[in-house]
């Protein structure tokens, strides 16, 4: 067997085909050479790939790295996945060494079994649960609006403060073969229009029932949140979806049927991903795009980098480009080579994970990026950006933390060739993973407010950029700070901060919680510091119970509560005025499911919390960065 330059584990790693996610700019650690594990007993049961797997990747998934995948994570993956992570996904480089017999031989050892769609077909709905109407629009995406504040009204959710302190559970949908759900849905009239990860498949829900209205199958896992336009030109509305192969899916959300699919790459040869929700406005509709790099930068011999964020404007009817907006220009030689020999290339990186706020008055965009992943560093890196909406060009630039050049080989205790130096360096991995939301107070100033992985949480004049205020939670980190966003609530934001536990810290460092201050001046109001529960079982049931108990997930505010999930699978509810907890739910627990599936809860985390036609939606399970798995949407209702 020929020896890798790198294990085809990084492949795997990075890459989950059940979320396809890493948080923003994150990716999991990557051992630097191959590491032989003694070889099993041979026997006649013994799949031939369990020796690749032993030999190139157990000592990264098996070696307690919070970031690294587990075996059953990786087990979650259908071949269909696998082979294009290691064929044509972020990892090509690395799959390109292995012979095609080695990899078809790890992909069948590793895949899950083949899911027939009974799971769907068991579970349609009656003709009186059939009906789909699209008034009126109670989520037409995750965010809420177009700033994207992640609020919601009583009047558009159909939940009013007092509901969220008395909820139960409705039903829960059980989604056979993933590991993890990431993606907030679209609501109108009865119908949840929601993207179920890597099943392929977008459902249209009853609410009440979660019975199945249509399915329609994208043909990869789908990567991003459901966005419902407005009444087109013709009069007709679409539904819009992306995978994990940047391709963005138009549906009629009456029938189910693709109206048109594109593919949402920048520059041709460079991976990208569709990571935030696109934004509807006028006719138009605004993508952001998160190529990066940062995963081929674990491989000694890839040039790196090359990848950069952007944005496309589209026609919301057509998918026709209207314009597009890169962050950087494209790659170059620099003239440099790395410790092995190998040339490199930059600028790359700052790639926009998050969603574009949009500001029709000043006819602007809001955007956020994350790090460079080669040199040099560009002032468009972890920083926030207004564009021009009607042509993409950036009308000012706010960089929030400067030279954070971080890519794959920046993992581990030892760095790789591709990783600058200390020199050249901060070396962070501090994105934003959230947009940035733009506010109006009560004597008519404003703000534009975004958290960072650095834990900070910024305040900034809309006009020019210019810094009003900040806070600082913690120390941050690769998995700590602020990951997919804040959201706002009256005169107050939100910050929700992860801060896993490690390294010896003691308590008083770690500001894993939710946090409050005050618009105007930044002023804290009140805070939520979450610590440990691992009593009744739940250290069994919800993987790394001790250490990881922070919030990451997108909020949302619900007439005046805040709906929040936890990495350890409870879910808070608070007073956006006090902190009080509202309700709490511990969905890390397995489920009877309405259509059958066996299911269980897990790690709330990415855009996974939504509500509207008087429900709230929670996907339970996400199993990146050795979190706990999980395969069920759950559906809250008022207590009857």
């Known amino acids: 067997m020929r020896r890798l330059s790198l294990p085809v584990a990084a492949a795997l790693l990075v890459f989950l085909a059940s979320q396809n996610l890493e948080l923003p700019g994150m990716a999991p650690v990557l051992a630097q050479e191959p590491v032989s594990q003694p070889a099993p007993e041979t026997s006649t049961d013994v799949h031939p790939g369990e020796d690749i797997y032993q030999t190139y990747c157990a000592a990264c998934h098996e070696g307690g790295d919070p970031r690294a995948a587990s075996f059953e994570a990786l087990q979650s993956m259908t071949a269909q996945a696998l082979h294009y992570t290691l064929t044509s996904g972020p990892m090509a480089i690395q799959?390109?060494?292995?012979?095609?017999?080695?990899?078809?031989?790890?992909?069948?050892?590793?895949?899950?079994?083949?899911?027939?769609?009974?799971?769907?077909?068991?579970?349609?709905?009656?003709?009186?649960?059939?009906?789909?109407?699209?008034?009126?629009?109670?989520?037409?995406?995750?965010?809420?609006?177009?700033?994207f504040s992640c609020q919601l009204s009583a009047a558009q959710s159909g939940l009013s403060h007092e509901d969220m302190g008395n909820l139960e559970l409705a039903w829960a949908l059980g989604i056979p073969g993933v590991g993890g759900l990431r993606s907030s849905p679209a609501i109108a009239g009865d119908t949840l229009f929601y993207p179920a990860g890597a099943s392929g498949k977008v459902l249209a829900l009853h609410v009440e029932s979660g019975c199945v209205q249509w399915s329609y199958d994208a043909g990869a896992a789908l990567r991003g949140s459901a966005v419902l336009s407005g009444a087109l030109d013709d009069g007709s509305q679409l539904l819009y979806v992306s995978d994990e192969r940047a391709r963005l899916h138009a549906v009629n959300p009456l029938t189910g049927e693709r109206r048109w699919l594109i593919d949402g790459t920048i520059d041709e040869g460079v991976h990208s991903r569709l990571t935030g929700v696109p934004m509807y406005h006028d006719q138009r509709l605004y993508v952001p795009v998160s190529a990066s790099g940062v995963q081929r930068g674990g491989e000694p011999t890839h040039e790196c980098c090359d990848g950069r964020g952007g944005v496309l404007a589209l026609d919301a009817a057509s998918g026709e480009r209207i314009w597009t907006y890169v962050t950087m220009p494209p790659a170059e030689y620099t003239g440099q080579r790395n410790s092995v020999g190998v040339r490199l290339r930059g600028p790359s990186g700052a790639p926009i994970w998050s969603s574009p706020g949009l500001d029709p008055e000043r006819r602007q965009l809001y955007v956020t990026t994350g790090e460079n992943t080669s040199l040099p560093a560009t002032d468009t890196s972890n920083a926030i950006i207004a564009l021009d909406m009607d042509t993409g060009e950036q009308r000012w630039l706010f960089q929030a933390v400067a030279n954070d050049v971080w890519n794959m080989a920046c993992t581990g205790r030892e760095y790789g060739p591709n990783c600058p130096s200390e020199q050249d360096s901060i070396i962070k991995d501090w994105d934003f993973g959230g947009a940035a939301i733009r506010v109006t107070l009560a004597d008519g100033s404003e703000r534009l407010v975004a958290g960072q992985k650095s834990g900070h949480l910024w305040a900034l004049n809309p006009d020019n950029g210019e810094l009003v205020w900040q806070q600082r939670v913690g120390e941050g980190g690769a998995l700590g700070g602020n990951h997919w966003g804040?959201?706002?609530?009256?005169?107050?934001?939100?910050?929700?901060?992860?801060?896993?536990?490690?390294?010896?810290?003691?308590?008083?460092?770690?500001?894993?919680?939710?946090?409050?201050?005050?618009?105007?001046?930044?002023?804290?109001?009140?805070?939520?510091?979450?610590?440990?529960?691992?009593?009744?079982?739940?250290?069994?049931?919800?993987?790394?119970?001790?250490?990881?108990?922070?919030?990451?997930?997108?909020?949302?505010?619900?007439?005046?509560?805040?709906?929040?999930?936890?990495?350890?699978?409870?879910?808070?509810?608070?007073?956006?005025?006090?902190?009080?907890?509202?309700?709490?739910?511990?969905?890390?627990?397995?489920?009877?499911?309405?259509?059958?599936?066996?299911?269980?809860?897990?790690?709330?985390?990415?855009?996974?919390?939504?509500?509207?036609?008087?429900?709230?939606?929670?996907?339970?399970?996400?199993?990146?960065?050795?979190?706990q798995a999980g395969n069920t949407l759950l559906a809250f209702r008022p207590a009857r």
């Open 95 to 147: 799959g390109q060494q292995l012979t095609d017999e080695q990899r078809d031989t790890l992909v069948d050892y590793l895949a899950i079994a083949e899911v027939s769609d009974e799971w769907i077909s068991s579970n349609l709905c009656a003709d009186d649960n059939n009906t789909i109407s699209l008034s009126p629009v109670h989520l037409s995406h995750a965010g809420g609006d177009l700033a």
């Open 486 to 627: 804040v959201a706002v609530a009256g005169d107050k934001v939100l910050l929700p901060i992860n801060d896993p536990n490690g390294g010896g810290r003691s308590d008083d460092v770690i500001k894993a919680g939710v946090h409050a201050f005050e618009l105007a001046d930044g002023e804290p109001t009140w805070s939520y510091l979450s610590r440990p529960d691992c009593a009744n079982g739940r250290d069994e049931r919800v993987s790394g119970c001790q250490a990881r108990y922070g919030f990451s997930a997108m909020p949302l505010v619900i007439d005046g509560a805040l709906v929040a999930g936890n990495i350890d699978g409870r879910l808070f509810i608070f007073d956006t005025e006090t902190g009080q907890i509202l309700f709490e739910y511990d969905t890390a627990v397995g489920f009877d499911t309405v259509n059958g599936v066996a299911a269980r809860g897990g790690s709330i985390d990415a855009q996974s919390i939504a509500a509207g036609a008087g429900m709230l939606f929670v996907g339970s399970g996400y199993d990146r960065f050795r979190q």
